[in-house]
């Protein structure tokens, strides 16, 4: 080592530290100041937003699908689900009806006799499963929480009327007397006249309960006709115009005289002799029918005989009920006619 640094060093040795070095050294660590108010505040503030967000992501978890309406079960507590989480199923009666029920609903059909009453016809459709009686499936009816509709059809009721419209609407709800939410729609179709009975039981959750029975008698549907068909002793007649008050339509190879707008029809008319027969209708609503012979007869749009009409053409047409179909279709009921 030179002279030079060798001086140097000798200078550091007798300098050495302080005396307030050497009592900062024994004395205690110092600890850092606390942060101040503000920033205490701000990280106050962000932990509870984050344990806000934290419980708000919890309720839309486990907490917001609890209050939504559960799928339909088999128990008699309300259980119910709405149409976005429903599955359908179609049920198909023999009356020719069809109906679109939750698949996890219950399904109890009567067919008349030997059941009881062995004048009904049609199904009770239940959300959960229903109180079953002696009298059988007629009777049954919804656990308290649920909701049954039933539709039937009484064979007794020889009323004719056209058919209901459809799709049907709950605007034709008729109400019962009396507390609660029960009621009926009054239904025709292919000629026969049904009830549908809603029944809300007194614990039904009918916020959740309603949308799914809206939406089962909305479906409510009945096939198209085909032509010259017949079902429940109601045929179809083809081509028929509902405002035409006198037209001759051909059935089952016999000649009829409709009368659309009175919804009835009369016939079979006569025939010729000579096998060649012309019919035909003024516009005064006056109906002929013309012989190659030269004979014939005429009758207005109520089937009755004018004056003038040669021997065999001169009674009465047996008149016949008719009503006009959901799809537009006359059906006329012939009885013995057909």
């Known amino acids: 080592m030179t002279e030079r640094w060798r001086a140097k060093l000798e200078e550091l040795d007798r300098e050495g530290p302080s005396d307030d070095v050497f009592r900062r050294a024994k004395a205690e660590p110092v600890l850092p100041e606390e942060p101040p108010p503000r920033a205490r505040t701000r990280i106050r503030v962000a932990t509870g937003v984050a344990a806000f967000v934290v419980f708000a992501l ?44 939750p698949a996890q609903w219950t399904t109890l059909s009567f067919t008349g006799a030997p059941e009881v009453p062995g004048y009904a016809h049609g199904a009770s459709f239940f959300s959960g499963l229903p109180s079953v009686t002696p009298g059988g499936p ?55 006249a049904f009830s549908i009975e809603i029944v809300y ?53 016999k000649e009829w005289l409709a009368n659309a707008a009175g919804r009835e029809v009369f016939g079979p008319g006569p025939t010729c002799a000579g096998g060649l027969t012309d019919h035909e209708v003024a516009e005064t609503g006056v109906a002929f029918i013309v012989c190659s012979d ?8 109520d089937g009755e005989p004018i004056a003038g009409s040669y021997q065999g053409f001169a009674d009465p047409l047996p008149g016949h009920p008719a009503v006009l179909s959901w799809d537009g279709k006359l059906l006329v009921k012939l009885g013995t006619f057909g």
């Open 58 to 101: 919890a309720i839309s978890l486990f907490a917001i699908p609890a209050l939504r309406p559960g799928r339909a079960g088999t128990g008699g507590q309300g259980s119910s689900a709405s149409d976005g989480s429903t599955g359908w199923t179609t049920y198909t009666d023999p009356l020719g009806w069809t109906l679109e029920v």
């Open 138 to 192: 007629f009777s049954a009816s919804a656990a308290n929480g649920d909701v049954m509709v039933r539709i039937s059809h009484d064979d007794r009721d020889a009323s004719i009327a056209d058919d209901s419209s459809f799709p049907l609407s709950m605007d034709d709800f008729h109400p019962d007397p009396g507390p609660g939410n029960s009621g009926t729609i009054a239904m025709r179709g292919d000629g026969l």
């Open 201 to 253: 039981t007194a614990k039904a959750d009918i916020a959740s309960l309603s949308p799914l029975v809206d939406h089962m008698i909305a479906s409510i549907a009945f096939q198209p006709w085909s032509p010259s068909e017949t079902r429940n002793g109601w045929t179809v007649v083809d081509g028929v115009q509902p405002a035409i008050t006198a037209e001759w339509v051909s059935l089952n190879g």
């Open 294 to 301: 030269g004979t014939g007869g005429q009758w207005n749009s």
